[in-house]
């Protein structure tokens, strides 16, 4: 396993390499552009806040479409259960057959897959995994015993390494820290987990069609979005203090777009489409009061009195098609 293990993050060293570059790039910045004080390290802190924020930038057109292909396969959830009861208790091969060849059908028709809604977490631990890696090792580059990596020289890694958020180490874990220490982690943890668990509970009880939200799956998607947020407890004992400030801050990010993404491209027949569409009406009322045009009801009302008036002319006789000729 440990020859693995350096295999993997051999694999990951350019990751980790661009990293070391954009923190100390930011860093740079907040120093040069905003006068921070660069031995203070809280410039330090932002340079890990604002990695979250590039990172994030370099992959929102991956979460805009996962949030769409979750939409998606929400929407096609009623037909996803009817071809589950249609091979219910079925399990000879053609039987099993079929039900996959229905479901990839499915996933035709609407252009979604179930892999879809996975790209911003697949993309986003290979920079988890880089980070930890570059946090963990910076002890041993600051005392000179591994090489520097990247931008990170031994005198980077000093000053990363005695750099405090709140009077806590950056380098600092839960397992090897009491007092201040300790309770500002378990604070983190906790922000971390109520963070997660808003994100699951404002998308399943807004962006989801009313239809859906009953069943064993609605049970199951309740149960998740209590179970989920807890393995920040475990996980977030084991890392370093400034790995949980990239955590939180990613947490935020995508607390803050999903409530956008909900909001803007909601679900049909979710009530968060319900309210869009109360919002669009409401929106072009005002525009139409604002330039003088008729509202709404008064533009269907001149629709019909239109259509009526021309029924009147034409004595209420459909016009017939007219037959082309064709050409001898």
């Not at 002890?139 to 005198?155: D, L, S």
């Not at 668990?197 to 049970?219: C, D, T, V």
Request: aromatic share 14%; with cysteine; glycine share 6%.
């Amino acid at each position: 396993m440990p020859g693995f293990m350096t295999f993997f993050y051999n694999l990951l060293y350019p990751l980790e390499w661009l990293i070391s570059w954009v923190m100390w790039l930011w860093h740079w910045v907040f120093v040069t552009v905003f006068r921070m004080p660069g031995g203070s390290g809280f410039a330090w802190c932002l340079a890990i806040i604002f990695l979250t924020f590039t990172v994030r930038a370099v992959i929102f057109p991956l979460f805009n479409k996962q949030v769409r292909s979750m939409a998606k396969m929400q929407v096609i959830q009623p037909e996803m259960q009817k071809i589950q009861a249609k091979y219910k208790g079925k399990q000879d091969p053609a039987s099993r057959e079929a039900m996959t060849r229905e479901t990839m059908a499915l996933y035709k028709k609407y252009g979604t897959s179930p892999t879809s809604s996975c790209l911003p977490s697949l993309v986003q631990a290979p920079v988890f995994m880089a980070l930890y890696n570059v946090l963990y090792r910076l002890a041993n580059i600051a005392a000179g015993k591994e090489n520097g990596i990247g931008a990170f020289t031994k005198k980077v890694a000093n000053e990363i390494e005695n750099t405090y958020f709140f009077n806590v180490k950056l380098s600092a874990m839960f397992t090897s820290s009491d007092g201040t220490a300790r309770a500002l982690i378990v604070v983190f943890v906790v922000l971390m987990c109520l963070t997660m668990f808003l994100m699951q509970w404002y998308s399943m009880h807004n962006n989801m069609p009313r239809e859906a939200m009953q069943g064993k799956q609605w049970q199951m998607q309740k149960m998740m979005a209590f179970g989920f947020p807890l393995m920040y407890i475990f996980s977030g004992i084991v890392v370093p203090f400034a790995l949980l400030l990239y955590w939180l801050t990613n947490n935020l990010w995508t607390l803050g777009q999903t409530y956008w993404q909900v909001n803007t491209f909601p679900t049909p027949g979710s009530p968060a489409a319900e309210r869009k569409a109360k919002r669009d009406y409401q929106h072009e009322q005002a525009r139409r009061k604002r330039l003088g045009l008729p509202s709404i009801e008064e533009e269907k009302v001149m629709e019909a009195e239109k259509e009526r008036e021309e029924r009147q002319k034409n004595g209420f006789q459909r016009a017939q098609p007219v037959r082309k000729r064709r050409k001898k």
